[in-house]
């Protein structure tokens, strides 16, 4: 272990406590996430490309790290704050420490800080670039990295955390689907395998043409990092399959779907990360608690002028949670039925989405 660890906000704030994981210096997005579990799943999961991961949670690292956890091949997050690390887990199916899986990514951590300042300082002015540091570097020097990094809203994630190449998962299924890989978790992968639908998964810019080669029944648009304003290539992909193809889209492809369709997006104050974020269908009143990963958002009135209807709303601020379409087999959600990690309130979609390309 060692000594120092600073972290820096683009406002000239610096806070400084004790350092885990990798001796480097990474800048990113600060943003927190809510949930006493998950760490694992949060740190591998692409939607975090970018972001420096900050947790409410007070407690870290108390039930160590299982590689069965991971939502990617690695850690996408640029560092991670916490309030306390625990360096002795209790865990049977532990198999490292939290400090030995940022060493093993080279990612730096920061622990012994007041999240819960932070946390509020975030909620009042939004999320703000940062810079993280483990090592001897100038308090100047980090302020200076954190406010002179291009805003998220204006990287190009995607390419960073979508597949190169074309992979096949369940290649004997009777009924697959093409996944649009914008940065895509492993439980979506394998939500759709466990109720024996295979998975085409494809580089987020593949033409539909190619998309259409494969003879799939259906269309899922992943989840992924940054803003989806810079992704027109997908979005007019998107645009061509919706009225050959079922379509399904979660997180990101929410927004992608959205504006194949006219809609508009935005960027969130401080966004919605967390397994505990109250979704209410406009159908049925039922309330979902739903695990969320996001910091952009469909403008709801751009929907009103479109042939796409909403479903379901956040009861928090009322952002769109989910629509449909008014007369294709489409359907989109904010969320993550997927959970991983989180609560499993809405797997089901998998199997209604299984449903509806069995009907097409």
Do not use: W
């Amino acid at each position: 272990m060692k000594n120092g660890a600073k972290l820096a906000l683009e406002d000239g704030t610096i806070v400084k406590g004790e350092s885990f994981g990798y001796e480097t210096t990474n800048v990113g997005e600060v943003v927190f996430t809510t949930g006493m579990v998950g760490y694992t799943e949060s740190l591998t999961d692409p939607s975090f490309n970018g972001q420096i991961l900050m947790s409410t949670y007070p407690l870290e690292g108390n039930y160590g790290v299982s590689v069965d956890d991971y939502q990617s091949d690695k850690i996408q997050a640029e560092g991670y704050v916490v309030r306390e690390v625990c360096n002795k887990p209790s865990r049977y199916t532990s198999q490292k420490t939290l400090n030995d899986f940022l060493e093993e990514f080279e990612i730096p951590g920061i622990s012994g800080i007041d999240t819960r300042y932070l946390t509020l300082k975030i909620r009042r002015y939004g999320s703000m670039k940062g810079a993280i540091t483990t090592e001897d570097i100038s308090d100047e020097e980090l302020l200076d990295l954190a406010k002179s990094q291009k805003s998220i809203t204006d990287l190009d994630l995607v390419p960073e955390v979508s597949t190169k190449e074309v992979k096949i998962y369940g290649e004997d299924y009777k009924d697959k689907v093409a996944l649009i890989d914008c940065g895509v978790k492993n439980n979506i992968i394998n939500s759709f395998l466990n109720i024996g639908v295979g998975v085409v998964r494809v580089p987020y810019n593949l033409n539909y043409k190619e998309i259409l080669d494969y003879d799939v029944d259906g269309l899922m648009v992943s989840c992924g990092p940054g803003n989806p304003d810079r992704l027109e290539e997908t979005v007019s992909n998107i645009q061509k399959l919706s009225n050959r193809l079922p379509v399904f889209g979660i997180c990101m492809g929410q927004q992608l779907i959205a504006k194949s369709f006219g809609a508009k997006i935005f960027k969130m104050k401080f966004g919605h990360r967390g397994v505990n974020q109250p979704v209410k269908d406009l159908n049925t009143g039922k309330v979902y608690i739903t695990s969320q990963n996001h910091g952009f958002s469909v403008d709801a009135d751009s929907l009103k002028d479109s042939d796409l209807k909403l479903t379901q709303i956040n009861l928090n601020d009322g952002t769109p949670e989910g629509f449909t379409h008014k007369e294709l087999p489409l359907k989109s959600i904010q969320y993550h039925p997927e959970a991983a990690p989180g609560p499993n309130d809405t797997k089901s979609l998998f199997e209604e989405f299984k449903e509806t390309i069995e009907n097409y």
